[in-house]
């Protein structure tokens, strides 16, 4: 999306530093972070590491789990519709676990 409009505001020491830090917990440019907030979204904090490591072994998981199924195809000893079922529910876990941490949420508050 092209921006051709271009705002300037002012803002007091408190709001500044309160912008910043807002910006940096959520990893997003002060821009960005106003451009959600005029969407109606509250962006999420950065998780902690704890997140990124349960991420990294979940999709150590699915990688072996998808290495084991292309084993079983080659031998086709199970039916791999069962494998690609169990694949896509996992691949499904980890877009649901990326989405409750990362995503920004629709805010429910009304603008009065």
Same mark, same amino acid.
């Given at each position: 999306?092209?921006?051709?409009?271009?705002?300037?505001? $002012?803002?007091?020491?408190?709001?500044?530093?309160?912008?910043?830090?807002?910006?940096?917990?959520?990893?997003?440019?002060?821009?960005?972070?106003?451009?959600?907030?005029?969407?109606?979204?509250?962006?999420?904090?950065?998780?902690?590491?704890?997140?990124?490591?349960?991420?990294?072994?979940?999709?150590?998981?699915?990688?072996?789990?998808?290495?084991?199924?292309?084993?079983?195809?080659?031998?086709?000893?199970?039916?791999?519709?069962?494998?690609?079922?169990?694949?896509?529910?996992?691949?499904?876990?980890?877009?649901?676990?990326?989405?409750?941490?990362?995503?920004?949420?629709?805010?429910?508050?009304? $603008?009065?």
């Amino acid at each position: 999306m092209k921006r051709t409009i271009k705002k300037q505001f $002012w803002l007091n020491q408190k709001e500044d530093t309160e912008l910043k830090r807002k910006a940096k917990s959520t990893c997003l440019t002060e821009a960005a972070l106003m451009r959600l907030l005029l969407r109606n979204y509250e962006p999420r904090a950065k998780p902690d590491e704890t997140f990124y490591k349960c991420m990294r072994e979940f999709n150590t998981v699915c990688d072996s789990m998808e290495e084991f199924c292309n084993l079983i195809y080659l031998n086709g000893t199970v039916n791999p519709t069962l494998i690609e079922d169990e694949l896509k529910r996992m691949r499904e876990m980890q877009m649901d676990i990326e989405r409750k941490f990362l995503q920004p949420e629709k805010s429910k508050k009304k $603008w009065q």
